[in-house]
């Protein structure tokens, strides 16, 4: 156990001493492993151990939060009274903390091979490998680099949430991706491109093949050469085909945080009050699911100990759930869905997406490209942002190519789609049957707090969405 | 309320963990190395429904490694600070086990120190006005009551609906360094901040409008009246109210204060060192070169009194000068260097490592102000006959290897000289390297709420993509 089961009730009658519906002791020790090369040579080579603990008191919608990374008993005791000041609340129920008892959960996001049980030198390899397979790929191509860089990083992190409802779960989480980026000069211009895949199996995730380091120095020399004598895109309104897999990060941006519960119940959303509307066209099924085994997105518990599950978000185009934590459901009345999650126990939990993706459809994806005279196809995305409220979102297309007459022709750049969610959704008139989850890359950033996500998508075709480029 | 700890005896217990640290990597094997020790706290609180919503408070005490072993690098970390002698020795032993799986670089070096001792360094920085000891008591009455009367003066707007975020941050750090080369240091401050949103219904389809507005200060004294923020934040929700389109164009785009600094924030990106080291900067050639019209000036000045990047020494121990980045020919004078992206491009150190209690040093700007300019957003908007203003950006800025930029953005329509109608769902392209050079127009009118202080800029024109 990571804390003393005396210590934990100690910390959760401390946290109550002023009243409170609920209080959680949350406790995080994580090792972490980082190496990262360019130009050849491994500029460092960084290891980082973080543990503390995090406790928070909830009293109606008011909550609390006290987090310390100096966990002598003391330090511990402190955090747990700066907790125990809730303010306000009236009428509110103070609680009596159940005793603790150990729960079981899921396996399906459990490591097979932890990164801290690899040796240190085995997990440096992984980057030169990357790195060898890039430029051998380079030279293949032809193209001269102007910049490969590499790198790897993993976690191992044990954890333990105790709760004043009696709850004490443990959970050991992995997580290693390899990521790489090559740049290349294409007469005066440069091109780049990305590759990169990871999970929560640990080290056997790059025994498969197409998850080697080797695969991925392909996948972004591939991407680079693709963009040689690449033109200003068109801009205006026009048909764009989504490509699929990596494309999900638009699903997950427009549509996705939407679906929030925090977002819902503070009427911030344009998807509050909703449910049961059609908000899609009835081509679109969108699921949220942490229960994928070992996707970059999945846990086995989320960071409140409640069981993930796979959440129907909308059903052939109505609205049929949220993605919620356990504060959120219960001010909304909705089910808890174990989407609470945290970046680490600085961070209190916020109702967060683990795998979201829309569900495959019937088209075969050669018959959607051809069936567009003229538009754009995205095969790749690099940032973007969106605006909850209104629903309305930028993204960067990292590799796209014009659609002429049926048939991919010349690379683009400086494309961005700049479209309203739902909007967008109302206008899929094609879903491909190829629906599959990126590689296992994707962080996903909200209030401040960073945690991994996998998107995913199947080949799409929308009728009507604006390009912004510059030709 | 509960008493401080002397701060000053603080200060003294990083600098000795930091000499601890040196003097266990020395041991370990680590002829050059640099260890850092980080201590803050902080507190947040936010309101809803006239009530406070959450109140966080962290305690924070880290550390870090780093160390040069045959010219190969090593850097371990650990958020709980080590307490004993063999947790010391334990930290240090892990970044020269880490060391030994690098690649062996001319450009690892831990660079000598400023002359400047550890009480030099204190009294020095001291004097930049970085710390308020209000601030540092992190009151959370006066946080809640501030959160509170912010959410109370912006809900009390005619069409305001609601709130998305109401937050009052509050935060006291200190961070020490001690390098092999003999340098001992810390530096302490402290900072305060208001934010505010205002979420407003536009017509009757449930489509909302929030906007938002902040402030932040080193000290209590100098932040405006929640009131203030308030009513801003009210004021720039209700004016989105009905915003469209426009048709697509190349015409004069300005950006206020806040999307200057958005837009200048990737310029000092390009500037950084080991982004030009890596040739991944539009700007890896600019050097000596005229980058922007002339007229005004760029700088970048560690020792401004009360900024928010202000330092006496830098994260390698360097020490901190003004130095002029663009002059007002428009020549771009100098990078942004660390010693380690000096040294890839063969020149010394700037001054300017930024480093965090865990994180390696890494090249970036401290205060950086651009002077020069006259007049303001209002007169800038009267000069200008027709074209947009943007006051909201979405997506990411330039690619950092070409400058090519596209993004989302919303603001108003300026037609003869005055604010039209407010527009949404437009983009803005170009390329970085000519859009700098395309300011026709600066103002006077610095934003001086983060350490990128930028007034309101004006382009001659931007390609603008909006309906077609």
Redesign the interface.
């Known amino acids: 156990m990571l804390l003393d089961p005396g210590l934990l009730s100690r910390l959760i009658g401390r946290a109550l001493q002023f009243g409170g519906d609920f209080a959680e002791v949350y406790v995080q020790r994580r090792k972490s492993l980082g190496f990262s090369l360019d130009d050849g040579i491994v500029r460092d080579a960084s290891s980082g151990r973080d543990y503390g603990v995090g406790v928070r008191v909830l009293r109606g919608a008011h909550m609390t939060y006290a987090w310390s990374d100096d966990t002598s008993d003391e330090a511990l005791l402190a955090c747990a009274d700066a907790a125990s000041r809730v303010d306000g609340g009236q009428g509110s129920v103070t609680v009596v903390a159940r005793p603790l008892s150990q729960r079981h959960r899921g396996t399906h996001a459990d490591p097979s091979r932890p990164p801290a049980d690899v040796p240190l030198d085995r997990r440096a390899t992984l980057v030169r490998r990357l790195d060898d397979a890039a430029r051998a790929a380079l030279a293949r191509e032809g193209a001269s680099a102007v910049q490969v860089a590499c790198s790897y990083a993993d976690v191992d992190e044990d954890i333990l949430i105790a709760n004043s409802e009696g709850l004490v779960v443990t959970d050991r989480r992995a997580l290693v991706r390899v990521s790489v980026e090559v740049v290349i000069d294409d007469h005066g211009h440069r091109r780049s491109g990305t590759g990169g895949g990871g999970s929560r199996i640990g080290l056997d995730h790059f025994d498969a093949p197409a998850n080697s380091p080797e695969a991925c120095a392909e996948e972004a020399v591939r991407m680079a050469c693709a963009q040689r004598g690449a033109r200003p895109a068109p801009r205006g309104e026009g048909i764009v085909v989504l490509g699929p897999s990596s494309s999900g990060v638009l699903l997950h941006e427009a549509v996705g945080h939407g679906l929030e519960a925090d977002f819902i119940r503070k009427k911030t959303s344009l998807f509050a009050g909703r449910l049961g509307d059609k908000v899609a066209s009835e081509l679109c099924t969108v699921i949220d699911d942490g229960t994928l085994p070992g996707m970059r997105g999945s846990l086995n518990i989320d960071d409140e100990g409640h069981a993930t599950s796979r959440t129907v978000l909308i059903d052939r185009g109505v609205l049929t759930g949220y993605i919620s934590d356990r504060l959120n459901a219960s001010l909304l009345g909705v089910e808890r869905t174990g989407n609470g999650r945290r970046q680490s126990f600085r961070h209190p939990p916020l109702p967060r997406m683990t795998n979201t993706f829309m569900g495959k459809g019937t088209d075969d994806p050669e018959d959607i490209v051809k069936s567009v005279k003229q538009g754009l196809y995205c095969r790749a995305f690099g940032g973007g942002q969106v605006d909850i409220a209104n629903g309305s979102f930028v993204f960067e297309v990292k590799e796209g190519y014009l659609i002429e007459d049926g048939k991919l022709t010349a690379p683009v750049r400086g494309a961005t789609l700049v479209g309203n969610g739902p909007e967008t959704l109302q206008r899929v008139t094609r879903v491909g049957h190829d629906a599959e989850l990126d590689k296992g890359v994707y962080t996903c950033g909200k209030e401040g707090q960073s945690v991994p996500v996998g998107v995913g998508l199947p080949t799409v075709r929308i009728d009507g969405i604006t390009i912004g480029g510059t030709g | 309320m509960s008493r401080l700890p002397t701060p000053t005896d603080d200060r003294l217990a990083a600098e000795e963990l930091a000499v601890a640290l040196v003097e266990a990597a020395r041991r370990a094997g680590a002829a050059a190395c640099d260890a850092t020790v980080g201590l803050s706290a902080s507190l947040s609180a936010s309101a809803?429904?006239f009530?406070?919503?959450?109140?966080?408070?962290?305690?924070?005490?880290?550390a870090a490694i780093r160390v040069v072993v045959d010219g190969?690098?090593?850097?371990?970390?650990?958020?709980?600070a080590p307490r004993s002698a063999d947790e010391i020795d334990e930290l240090a032993r892990?970044?020269v086990?880490?060391?030994r799986?690098?690649?062996e670089?001319a450009h690892n070096v831990i660079l000598q120190g400023a002359h400047l001792s550890a009480d030099e360094a204190r009294a020095a920085g001291d004097g930049l006005q970085l710390w308020d000891d209000e601030t540092a008591l992190l009151d959370?009455g006066w946080a809640?009551t501030q959160a509170l009367a912010m959410e109370r003066v912006v809900r009390g707007h005619d069409g305001v609906?609601?709130v998305?975020d109401v937050a009052v941050g509050l935060r006291r750090g200190l961070f020490a360094l001690a390098t092999s080369t003999g340098f001992v240091g810390s530096t302490r401050g402290t900072t305060a901040s208001l934010s505010c949103s205002a979420?407003v219904k536009?017509g009757e389809a449930?489509?909302?409008?929030?906007e938002s507005w902040w402030a932040a200060a080193r000290a209590l004294a100098s932040l405006p009246d929640p009131a203030v923020v308030a009513d801003e934040a009210a004021r720039r929700a209700l004016a989105r109210r009905g915003a469209r389109a426009v048709s697509?164009g190349t015409m004069p785009v300005i950006f206020d204060a806040a999307m200057a600094r958005g837009f200048f924030a990737g310029v000092i990106g390009a500037l950084s060192g080991s982004a030009v080291a890596?040739?991944?900067s539009w700007l890896a050639d600019g050097l000596g070169e005229v980058i922007m019209p002339a007229g005004t000036v760029l700088y970048d000045d560690p020792l401004l009194s009360g900024g928010f990047a202000s330092r006496v020494f830098d994260g390698e121990g360097q020490a901190s000068r003004r130095q002029v980045i663009v002059d007002d020919s428009g020549r771009l004078l100098t990078f942004l260097l660390d010693a380690q992206s000096g040294a890839r491009l063969g020149r010394p150190s700037t001054g300017h490592a930024a480093r965090g209690a865990?994180s390696?040093p890494h090249p970036s700007s401290t205060n950086t102000t651009m002077s020069g300019g006259r007049g303001d957003l209002a007169s800038i908007i009267a000069e200008t006959k027709r074209g947009l203003l943007v006051t909201r950006l979405?997506?990411?800025g330039a690619?950092a290897?070409?400058g090519?930029l596209?993004?989302?953005a919303a603001g108003f329509v300026i037609e003869d000289g005055e604010i039209g109608h407010p527009v949404?769902?437009?983009?803005?392209?170009?390329?970085a390297r000519d859009m700098l050079k395309a300011i026709d127009r600066v103002g006077a009118d610095v934003d001086e709420r983060s350490a990128l202080r930028l007034p309101t800029i004006r382009f001659a024109a931007l390609?603008v993509?909006?309906?077609?």
Request: hydrophobic content about 30%.
């Open positions: 809803r429904d009530a406070v919503e959450d109140i966080t408070r962290s305690q924070s005490r880290a190969k690098l090593g850097f371990a970390t650990s958020s709980d892990t970044a086990g880490l060391a799986l690098a690649s670089s959370p809640t609906i609601g998305r979420v536009d449930g489509k909302l409008q929030v697509s890596r040739r991944q865990t390696l979405l997506g990411r690619d290897t070409t090519d596209s993004r989302g949404e769902g437009v983009t803005i392209a170009g390329n390609s993509g909006g309906t077609t």
